[in-house]
């Protein structure tokens, strides 16, 4: 049975069997039964505790093995030390599904980690899958089904079904997340609780969430990320579909990460990582909960955004001044209308009131509601305009019929109308809930729609972009000898059969190779000292510049090995490298490789000097990039000014430097698995056209048997 | 009458006309007085309009002049056009206040701001207060008196009085937040909407509530600063009465600029010197709506937090996770508890919680409610803690019980609680309710709440802070000369009186002078042309270095003579300067001073060449500025690792630099008025115990005519 069959089947279960069942519902092991009774669950209820004989009116087992009819799902509420009998039972009564609530397994300690384990192998020997332990549950929202504890299973309105799909790590944060959504009428297809999820985890659902049919967009709370490969796997799917997967990932801060292995025992990655993977493969990240509620509402109407061209509409000219005050951080552009259209809001609207975007239609719209919803429609056929910000203040009725008259509207285009009613409960819910089950994104304040639009047309662009690809080119033959430490000598060899310039240059091996060549060298030259047990020259004191004919080069040559010699006596020295001194002005910058444990080979580049040391300026992708990831890339540095010629200095060969990212994350996936850490420092970048040059670089191999260990 | 007084009469009348009124109580001139109806107003109301005879029990009258009694306040509903009849009519009566809902005025251009100017006029000669045009009105809510046609004034529900004074300058904004702010149980005071404000602005309102006895916070909504000294008084006085003042600010855009300016005829300062100024003098910024609820919630409880550090008590781990996730950028600690503290802890809590902050007490309180109050009363005593956030999913009868424990336990406590409930109006809303009433501060979500600490912690800092105003030191004579532009030589002059070094150096002013001087010169010099016409030294060559003996003094004097005069025939040439090279290492700063029109002489500083151009890294405060100030400026700045000392890079003289800057924003006050820009670049600063040095500096003073009209 594959996962996404095992999660299918835990959703729909048509029987189901509770064990350790309590008669007290107000207690963790009676809300099970309860909630199931509540929402009039329509397959079979099996209690199961020898203590009782009936519950209700259901008959109570001693055992699952007394249960006469078949058990699709097993809800299991008994403390973990009985676990393995209870899944002796399950194996003998051919259960397939269950969900263990109890904790008392890994995040209690080492010998709740190895029962935790056996558990493990018991379910898999027999064909058994398992959501949690340690977790709340899940709920079937479409045919309302809620399996499990959580307080929000316990509202006698009845779950809202629709589109999202929701899977959480944490139960009491999934659920009162779920639980305010429904409240601004956003509705559901699963939520579903993973807990210390060791065997269904949050990718698993998500995965699935993301093939189901009747989910349009996915949401994931993540602790720790169980497996890089399937995420960005998921990522691909989610554009690939259209369905955005938004994600809530915690763990971000030292002690939140701390307090995350305390919690579930899961590992979370680097902060900095996680935002460069979510950027490149197009996740949708939530800051925080509100947030989180906030990007459902907007992706659950499921329109697109074609730019970020907004126009605004609002019966406040304060309203009108906060929209562009949030828009141009954010980069939405409030666009400027093109004189015949303006000219037709104009017509529309009051004269002192603006047709200038932001439009102000004043409080004259108090009066004759046809004000607002004409200068709308004037809107939606407005080619120049890609989403349409509705703003009002208005409550009672007048407010209902705008309202009522936006829905009409939004139904007609598919332009996104995004709406901000500022306003009580008391005075504008009822408008805003017209909007809401409408699903017409509607938000209380101004900020919270501006974001919501801006991340829109992000996703939409993403989906839109038919970005080819990465793939090596095949041109890079694998090294024979990748063990060790490459220095100097070594690394620039392969970064020129890379086709990245590196200065000409000659190792001169010892005494007689230097009587040899010294006559030939191209002067002037730069000397460096090559030596494996020398990572950083200027600590040896091992570089010389400027060096301009024979008789310095000996003198050269001599001075940096007896200083090698001097910084330390047992070093293994390969030579001196005599190198041409390029003069052209140039902006240093530096590629490293690295690997990372959940997503592989990593690329990062920067501006050097400050940009790193003090700024920390870098930026990350996981390799290979296109020439339009690479590119990318540089954008996003601080530094690009300098790049791209600021006050006084000339444009930089950009072109060039990104031919070097892509080609570097190639080599870098060439030998995934294999290279421990790479610099490539200083990389030289010359004027545009000039090229770029390699002036420095270092391969810290892995062990092999590392390496072993991680290739692929 | 002073503005206060004025202000007190307005929001407490005892008897009330309404020019203008509609029998149709749904229209905007209608619902004034059906809002009195409603709130029961205890005090005489006087309807004015020809048109009737009565309405509902009240005598209409034709004209304020046919109202038997006095009248305290007006509202007037009538065209614009009719204002200054009725203006005549209240002079007659003898009516001081009135309250101008219309628009009409300046907001629709030359002749409305012409309207506005003889109002306002005919009003002061007649000793008429104005509170508008084109606004909504205001709310005593101490009293429930609402005088205007707010949709919040239709509640049926009552107001809820509180400490919190509001004054809006838009009323649309003003209003639908305090409507959302009411329904968080936050209690207000007194709200004021200023519209156009003609007469009273919004800055005399928050004069007026943050001298009111019931006020204890102070929120305003601009978007405009009517007067930049006023702003600084009054955050001044916020300080003092350890009153926070929490602003809204408007229009910080570029596109928000311009609609602020067709919105109300307002000017918007710029961004980043509202920012400094809000930093330097402890205003509460709030970022939208949102945002000022927030604030508002946590301030009005009135405690204060002697520091950033805080324990997180939570029945959810992934709710720890996510405080402390976001307490790391907020600059929040949390804090590790005492061995005692923490070991009482653990007793409390099961043992597969964690005692560790951030604490985890787990949903086994969902079975005992002590769990979670114990823990919080082990905490309330503890020194090192400075805040305390109890976060819970927890709805129903037990939220409900945990949440009045809460509320009990807040009141034995100086410590602020902050509390975050995450769950539905449905299942939590009740307990949420509770602790508002009881105004503890409680928030949906851990990064609203984390937030609120942290505004608390930094208001209260400043509070505490008994730092001495900034004041010159006298010694700064003013110069005769202030006008014109001042080159380097008379600039340095006037900082090297400051106390300020500046390189040796001697202006040899033409040949014969050369001659004179060139032995004794302190060989190596650099040689600069001094000319008020060459303002960037490097276009016209005129900069020279390394200068070492008499003969190149006089190979490098002719050049730069000849040179200027290539680059401008006209020029006027002061001589070439010859000056000592320090070759000290150093770090290039930048000092600047620049009038800003609404708050004076500002004072700018920075690292200089990419920091400014690529970085825009600048710390700006009003002048002068005390030492304490200066250091917070370096702090401020991104580049400050490089004056710590970054790998590598020794320590600077920080001590120095910030005696400069200080010295520098006196000779910025003394001068105010007169300077229209000074450039200080660059100034270097050596390695710590040596000192600073000016190397370059400009001055270019106001013209005459303008220098008498802005110099106090």
């Known amino acids: 049975m594959s996962k996404r069959e095992a999660i299918e089947r835990l959703l729909n279960p048509e029987s189901i069997a509770i064990v350790g069942v309590s008669k007290d519902f107000t207690s963790i092991s009676g809300k099970p039964m309860k909630n199931l009774i509540r929402h009039q669950f329509q397959g079979q209820i099996y209690p199961v505790n020898p203590k009782y004989e009936k ?125 305010l959504a429904q409240e601004e009428n956003i509705g559901f297809s699963q939520v579903i609780n993973t807990g210390n999820q060791i065997d269904l985890h949050t990718l698993d659902c998500i995965d ?17 990320i169980p497996d890089g490969e399937m995420l960005i796997r998921l990522a691909k799917r989610s554009k690939a579909l259209k369905k955005p997967l938004i994600v809530l990932k915690a763990g971000r801060s030292e002690i939140g990460k701390k307090a995350a292995m305390s919690h579930t025992a899961s590992l979370t990655g680097s902060d900095e990582t996680f935002q460069a993977i979510a950027k490149q493969y197009g996740l949708v990240i939530a800051n925080d909960v509100d947030d989180m509620i906030d990007l459902m509402k907007v992706f659950s109407r499921g329109k697109q955004s074609n730019g970020n061209r907004v126009v605004t509409i609002s019966n406040s000219g304060a309203a009108g001044i906060a929209m562009a005050d949030y828009s141009e951080p954010l980069g939405l552009e409030l666009v400027r209308l093109p004189n015949e259209t303006q000219a037709k809001v104009e017509e529309i609207i009051p004269p002192y009131g603006s047709a200038l975007n932001p439009i102000d239609i004043t409080a004259q719209a108090l009066k004759e509601q046809h004000i607002f919803t004409d200068t709308l429609e004037a809107l939606i056929n407005e080619d120049e305009v890609d989403a349409i910000v509705v703003q009002t203040t208005f409550g009672g009725e007048l407010g209902q019929k705008i309202c009522k008259k936006i829905a009409e509207i939004d139904k007609t285009t598919e332009k996104p109308i995004v709406v901000t009613i500022t306003g009580t409960t008391e005075i504008t819910g009822e408008g805003r809930t017209i909007l809401e089950k409408a699903s017409v994104p509607v938000y209380t ?19 839109l972009s038919h970005e080819e690809e990465a793939h090596t080119h095949g041109q890079v033959g694998k090294s024979e000898d990748t063990s060790g430490i490459w220095t100097e000598v070594r690394v620039k060899k392969e ?92 902006v240093e910058m530096f590629i490293g490789v690295k690997e990372d444990p959940q997503f592989g080979p990593l690329i990062v580049c920067g501006l050097g000097g400050i940009f790193v040391e003090v700024l920390k300026d870098i930026s990350i992708r996981r390799a290979p990039i296109t020439d339009k990831e690479a590119f990318a890339m540089l954008e996003e540095l601080k530094g690009y000014l300098l790049l791209k010629g600021v006050r006084g200095g000339s444009k930089r060969d950009i072109q060039a430097l990104t031919e070097a990212l892509v080609r570097i994350s190639q080599f870098a996936l060439t030998h995934h ?22 002036l420095d670089g270092i391969i810290v191999w892995k062990k092999n048997e590392e390496a072993v260990v991680n290739a692929k």
């Open 55 to 179: 519950i209700e009116d259901f008959t109570c087992y001693p055992s699952l093995i007394d249960i006469p009819g078949e058990v699709d799902v097993a809800l299991i509420a008994v403390s973990s030390k009985r676990m393995m009998q209870i899944l002796s039972e399950c194996e003998q009564k051919n259960i397939r599904s269950v969900i263990l609530f109890g904790s008392g397994f890994a995040e209690t300690g080492e010998e709740g980690e190895r029962l935790q384990e056996e558990v493990l192998e018991k379910a898999k020997k027999a064909g058994i899958t398992i959501l949690g332990p340690n977790c709340i549950g899940l709920l079937n929202v479409k045919k309302s089904i809620p399996l499990g504890f959580s307080t929000s299973f316990e509202t006698e309105e009845g779950f809202l079904s629709g589109n999202v799909g929701f899977a959480s790590q944490s139960g009491a944060l999934g659920f009162s997340l779920f639980g």
């Open 208 to 224: 699935y969430m993301l093939e189901d049919e009747g989910t349009d967009v996915v949401a994931g709370y993540l602790e720790g």
């Open 445 to 463: 304040t101004s900020y919270k729609t501006m974001v919501a639009i801006k991340q829109l047309a992000d996703f939409s662009r993403f989906c």
């Open 495 to 586: 970064l020129s059969s890379l086709g990245i310039r590196i200065p000409q240059g000659t190792l001169i091996k010892n005494r007689e190779h230097l009587q040899e060549v010294k006559a030939n060298i191209p002067y002037p030259v730069v000397c460096k000292g090559i030596s494996k047990d020398v990572l950083h020259k200027t600590d040896a004191d091992s570089v010389k510049v400027n060096i301009k004919n024979p008789a310095e080069l000996e003198e050269a040559y001599e001075s940096i090995i007896s200083s090698i010699g001097n910084y330390n006596p047992d070093a293994n020295i390969d030579g001196v490298l005599a190198e041409e001194m390029i003069q052209d002005e140039s």
């Open 673 to 694: 698995g294999r290279i421990q850490e790479m610099d490539i420092n200083p990389l030289w970048v010359f004027e545009e056209g000039k090229g770029v040059a390699a």
